[in-house]
């Protein structure tokens, strides 16, 4: 069975990076999609960025511009590179693979944007 795990959360203040990491128990290649997600306090999960299997990117209007999702095929780990970050940003963050009819999510990281 698959396993994906978010590391790189933390506490940082509003304006700075944040670069997180989700690690593949297989190849991400068997992924049809893979995606970022965030959960925050009192709301919906909300979609972040979405990558193909073959690299076509989608991004929330919400991060575009700021946020850029990479992968490491021979690593097996997903990407989410954060930047100019802000108090809204704060939540936990979940990447989410796309095996078929079947969603895998990791557990999430949490990330803390303070002013």
């Known amino acids: 069975q698959v396993q994906l795990v978010e590391s790189g959360g933390g506490l940082v203040q509003a304006g700075g990076s944040l670069r997180l990491s989700c690690a593949s128990s297989r190849s991400i290649f068997n992924f049809k999609s893979m995606g970022w997600y965030r959960q925050a306090p009192g709301k919906e999960r909300e979609r972040l960025v979405t990558m193909t299997a073959g690299g076509t990117l989608d991004y929330a209007d919400s991060v575009k511009g700021r946020f850029t999702m990479s992968r490491d095929n021979r690593k097996n780990i997903a990407y989410l590179q954060m930047n100019d970050l802000k108090i809204e940003d704060t939540g936990v963050y979940l990447c989410?693979?796309?095996?078929?009819?079947?969603?895998?999510w990791g557990q999430g990281t949490l990330v803390t944007v303070s002013s």
């Open positions: 989410a693979g796309g095996l078929g009819s079947v969603a895998v």
